[in-house]
């Protein structure tokens, strides 16, 4: 099994509002770049900004216009459901590449992301520009039973969107589409919907009963992947449920499981951020506890060999 070590609570230098935690609660993506660490939470409207270098409280950079409500019921039912965070690389107005964070598109208002220009030392730069996903996801509305879009991944030439199953559905898949092809619908605005050109199915096992369904990845220069999975006892694409356990595991390049390793607690992991490191492989990792008074936590942990 597979320890964690915590290193922080994400928490925030201002509350985004009165009455608000002062800190992300529900992380569910995770990049660093260079000195700074991105997290997107699936009920916010902004992206936190933390650093490598201290633990000094984060800030909040706001990705969408308006306000969510403070009742759960209500805000699950308008947030943005901001599920995945990944890098593209450098390309037109962004020479130095930019952040896309992306919603599950389970319901119509999940269908929106953010891109994030930045600059040569990895910080933001510019004002983010909120994006329509439906291009991208519309294509597979027909593919599964409940769209669930839960991690994203830049491997190569692709874009790599990771499809989360449900005790009822099941099904694990990544989706693969052509990254410039992406790029160049979301920098101008274009609608044409994009077509996969693979969906590789993965099957991850379950805990009496409950599947072990994907929560984020990460790649690995070799064109493979790290991901996460967790086994959420829940029916459905929107409601939450207990954790029953988690998971790290790798994908080969060519789509197939190369391992899968539980934790040896069931912290419910929603975001990984991956660097080799000689022969090991160095994971910080983020949670979501489900509950807007629980900070979310940074943790790492290294996989040899």
Known sequence: MISLT???????????????????SAA???????????????DELHLG???????????????????????????????PDLEALTVFPPYGDCPHGALLAVGS???????????????AQGAVHGSPRAVD???ILVALDDAFPELNIEGAVVSGDELCLLQRGN???PDNAVVRFPLAAVVDSLSSERHGAIKPFAIVPFDLGQIDGVPFCFSDAAAL????????????????????????????GMANKDGRLHWM??????????????????????????????????????????IEG
Request: charged fraction near 25%; proline fraction near 6%; hydrophobic fraction near 35%.
């Open 6 to 24: 915590k290193i922080r609570e994400l928490d925030l230098a201002v509350a985004l509002a009165a009455g608000r935690p002062q800190h992300v």
């Open 28 to 42: 569910s993506g995770l990049v660093c770049i260079g000195s700074f660490i991105y997290v997107v939470a699936d």
């Open 49 to 79: 900004v933390f650093q490598t270098e201290h633990s000094e409280p984060g800030r909040l950079i706001r990705l969408f216009d308006g306000a969510l409500p403070d009742s759960k019921p209500d805000r699950k039912k308008q947030k």
């Open 105 to 119: 598109g389970s319901t119509r208002h999940r269908r929106r992301g953010a891109l994030l220009g930045l600059d």
């Open 133 to 135: 996903l439906s291009p």
């Open 167 to 169: 005790t009822r559905h």
């Open 221 to 248: 220069p070799d064109g493979g992947m790290i991901f996460t999975a967790i086994a959420e006892n829940t029916e459905d694409s929107y409601n939450d449920g207990p954790c029953l356990g988690a998971a790290i």
């Open 261 to 302: 390793r539980r934790l040896d607690q069931p912290h419910k992991i929603e975001g990984v951020d991956v660097r080799v490191d000689g022969d090991g492989i160095r994971l910080l990792l983020v949670t979501d506890a489900d509950d807007p008074a629980v900070p979310a936590g940074l943790f790492s942990t290294t």
